[in-house]
């Protein structure tokens, strides 16, 4: 959604956000999905994008910079960062959940054996506890590959390392304490 679309005073429910006018102020909030922000250093357009597992999934990524390409801009001139989110030791996720994850965001089919890094407990239908097994999965290494993948040089990417279910003091976390506490992410257009 373009920044100018929306009403001032009003909350817009959209993954994404584009400034196609000077001086916006482009919000998002997150807990533990990743805040992408866009900027191009030529034509100053910027935008910033809530994504997660599902957005990964949707390529939302690829989305945003076919729009960045009607706005005229070049892959080159792209910068891109993404803000603190859940990182892959606190992302735990059932096999089939990864399978589906890497078919459809990476175009990959796994056929290798997923390695089992940990043993949570989880709710069964009967509402007792049961054993599963969990794998990691590492969203920002998925939104740089979805990055390169879209010709934006690794030069003009840049990731934070901070893990928002690590850093409680910091960051709220859905996953951590199903909090519905976000942090808020602002990227600025200027001339």
Not at 166 to 182: D, L, V
């Amino acid at each position: 959604m373009f920044g100018s679309h929306s009403q001032k005073g009003t909350k817009t429910d959209a993954d994404g956000l584009i400034g196609n006018k000077y001086n916006q102020n482009l919000w998002i909030y997150t807990a533990d999905c990743m805040p992408i922000f866009f900027a191009d250093k030529r034509t100053r357009n910027v935008a910033t994008l809530h994504c997660g597992r599902k957005g990964l999934e949707k390529k939302i990524i690829k989305n945003l910079v076919k729009i960045f390409d009607t706005l005229g801009s070049s892959r080159d001139d792209l910068l891109v960062a993404v803000g603190p989110a859940i990182s892959k030791e606190h992302y735990l996720v059932d096999k089939m959940t990864l399978k589906e994850f890497y078919r459809k965001a990476e175009n990959k089919n796994i056929t290798f054996k997923l390695t089992k890094t940990k043993k949570d407990l989880c709710f069964s239908n009967s509402n007792h506890f049961r054993e599963q097994n969990l794998n990691q999965l590492d969203l920002k290494r998925s939104a740089f590959r979805q990055l390169l993948n879209e010709n934006i040089p690794h030069t003009n990417i840049d990731i934070s390392n901070l893990c928002t279910y690590k850093f409680n003091n910091e960051f709220n976390s859905w996953r951590r304490s199903k909090t519905i506490s976000r942090q808020w992410n602002l990227i600025c257009s200027q001339r």
